[in-house]
């Protein structure tokens, strides 16, 4: 991809180590569900009389939020029955310190605003947010990077489950404040972005006073092409997915460009939503979503989309215009999704049955359809939502948000929101920065992420390279814990960089493996329950759940004892004894790997090494 052909700005949302922003709660996701609280929310108007297109997108789907507050947790705060306290003073100096790492200019004065978010992740029906610096940078690879802006704000609560028209949240995480920082749009390849979002978490860390884990930092990608138009990934959490994420935006944008292009060469118009009812032509049909939608009593609708045969799908899957059209039909009526007649015949529908659905519609040349089946409201829902996407693809890309999938791909969520959502938080007073105050900060600032790579090469004595990848990555509190209280420093350094990621090619899901886990690991090798030899299947072993005295019996690395181990590597030399004869001690070599696959795990390396020499060097004497 050459220079400018992408254009990215990165929103990280970190949370902080503190108490809660508006009161004394912790700051700790539980188990314990806690009572029931229920909700609806609406859109309310700006100041200037405007409801933003967002919220009332949310408004339109008209759902019903159950939230559960456990004790401890939660107060009459996070349920919107009491006033927000004061902001949180340590809250407040993480944020001033780390605006100070990025020479960021500080306002005078911090005035919390509430945005409006009515998805329910919100008990109030808006979201506490703070700007507190704008106009700083950083450099990346040589590169300057600006940085738009720093804000403080609450995190939203946690979404459990959804069920129809009833979504339940969990009150554990609303509130915990989320330093939210925002660079221009300054990235242009996916790998940049990467380097940039690594480089920020660094700083971030460096502060000690941010919660570590998954989850507990989330990147929104603000992703555009030439010719095609801001579109926001919101919400990924993990840095290694990122190149994905944007690659794959800018695949899309691509693939809805040429959509646009071939739309209008064949002087395709915007289209009516004209619901044709076909489901007489379908009552024996042999799709199982159909068959079902039919059993309870629902309706199979049509839709003409005169034109667009070929760009909803293409055989060689660059043009997917009928997945987007699919997205919105779910996200609208709450349908499992639709059928367009570039994938049909298939999914059980038969050839006679889409000649018979043509007819029905009217069909010619190079019309195409979508159906939806069930309930007759939702599936003419569906349909107009799906209509309405097809017609914006004779404009090109729209505007949007867009949650990430666990593959790298992304699927719709709402349009982005506008300007309107923004209004002032009249129940928190405002917070007054000093220059004096901002001096303190900046005397006292942290060890820089390049002062913290120097320390441990020297320290530790690891390599550079190590040492950044180690930083970089966001592993040095743990790397440095585990060199200090077990002196495994080379070790540590092995495992993060390259044991990590070599399990995970083998489908290990690493995610579990997060600093309490991996600590324990280390505090059993540090201990002699098994060789550093087998570490490797040992945290493979966790990663599916088991704990490290779990995963060590499995797979029988119970540490052998002096004696055990130089009897099982006796044997070894007994069963070769002839080739013993004949090489000397040059059999140690060989026969290495026999005795490895006798001990690994039971041994180190070093040690059953020296204990081959000491019994080849018995048979080499007795040959005397």
């Known amino acids: 991809m050459t220079a400018h052909q992408l254009t990215c700005g990165i929103e990280i949302h970190q949370q902080l180590d503190t108490k809660k922003l508006f009161c004394s709660c912790a700051t700790e996701l539980v188990e314990d569900p806690g009572v029931e609280l229920h909700r609806r929310l609406r859109p309310t108007q700006s100041e200037l009389g405007e409801v933003d297109r967002a919220a009332l997108a949310q408004a339109e789907r008209r759902m ?88 403080l704000e609450e995190d939203a609560a946690r979404k459990m489950e959804a069920k129809g028209q009833e979504v339940t949240y969990k009150l554990d995480r609303l509130g915990i404040p989320l330093i939210e920082v925002a660079t221009g749009p300054d990235m242009h390849t996916p790998e ?21 884990g998954l989850g507990t930092v989330r990147e929104d990608l603000n992703i555009s092409i030439p010719g095609g138009a801001r579109v926001e990934v919101k919400g990924v959490q993990e840095l290694r997915m990122l190149p994905e994420y944007v690659q794959r935006e800018v695949d899309r944008q691509r693939s809805l460009l040429l959509v646009q292009e071939r739309l209008r060469s064949k002087m395709v118009s915007p289209v009516r939503t004209d619901a044709v009812d076909l489901t007489a032509i379908m009552k ?42 699919a997205q919105r039909a779910r996200m609208r009526a709450g349908v499992m999704g639709i059928f367009h007649s570039d994938e049909l015949p298939g999914y059980g529908i038969s050839p006679e049955e889409v000649a018979a659905m043509r007819g029905a519609m009217s069909i010619e040349g190079e019309g195409a359809f979508a159906i939806c089946a069930d309930e007759a409201g939702k599936a003419e829902a569906a349909l107009r939502a799906a209509v309405e996407r097809a017609n914006m693809a004779l404009e090109g890309v729209p505007e949007e948000t867009r949650d990430p999938l666990p593959d790298g791909s992304t699927a719709y969520s709402r349009p982005l929101p506008g300007a309107s959502r923004m209004y002032p938080e009249t129940d928190v007073k405002p917070i007054t920065i000093t220059e004096r105050r901002m001096e303190e900060v900046r005397s006292r600032l942290p060890e820089l992420p390049e002062e913290k790579v120097d320390r441990f090469v020297t320290k530790y004595g690891i390599h550079e390279q190590q040492a950044r990848q180690i930083v970089r990555d966001g592993y040095e509190d743990l790397f440095e814990e585990v060199a200090i209280k077990y002196d495994l420093a080379a070790v540590a350094a092995r495992t ?129």
């Not at 100096?93 to 329910?120: P, Q």
């Not at 044997?571 to 040059?586: L, P």
């Not at 018995?618 to 040959?623: A, L, P, T």
């Open 284 to 325: 024996d049909c042999r799709s199982k979503v159909i068959a079902s939608a039919l059993s309870k009593g629902g309706k199979v609708l049509g839709a003409p989309l005169p034109g667009f045969e070929g760009v909803m799908k293409s055989p060689d899957g660059h043009l997917r215009l009928g997945a987007e059209m």
């Open 64 to 151: 019903r939020f159950r939230y559960l507050a456990p004790r401890r947790v939660t107060c009459l705060v996070e349920a919107d029955e009491e006033p927000p306290h004061d902001a949180d003073a340590q809250a407040i100096e993480v944020t001033l310190t780390f605006s100070a790492l990025l020479h960021a200019k500080v306002v005078d004065e911090v005035h919390f605003m509430r945005k409006i978010v009515i998805d329910g992740s919100n008990t109030t029906g808006f979201q506490r947010t703070a700007l507190v610096a704008v106009d700083g940078a950083l450099e990346v690879d040589g590169r300057r990077i600006t940085i738009q802006s720093i804000c």
């Open 496 to 624: 993060l960089l390259s044991t990590l990621p070599e399990i995970q090619k083998e489908g290990a899901d690493v995610a579990k493996l997060d600093d309490a886990p991996l600590l324990k690991a280390f505090a059993a090798l540090h201990d002699g329950r098994f060789a550093k030899e087998a570490l490797p299947l040992v945290l493979k072993r966790m990663s599916e759940g088991r704990t490290v005295d779990e995963a060590v019996s499995d797979l029988g690395l119970q540490r052998l004892d002096g004696e055990e181990a130089e009897a099982i590597v006796a044997e070894v030399v007994r069963e070769r004894q002839a080739f013993v004869k004949e090489k000397g001690m040059g059999a140690v070599g060989p026969l290495m790997g026999p005795v490895m696959e006798r001990l690994r795990g039971k041994v180190d390396g070093k040690m059953a090494s020296e204990l081959l020499k000491k019994e080849i060097a018995k048979v080499v004497q007795g040959s005397r």
């Open 192 to 212: 940049e972005v990467k380097e940039v979002a690594a480089r920020l978490g660094s700083l971030l860390r460096a502060t000690k006073k941010v919660k570590r």
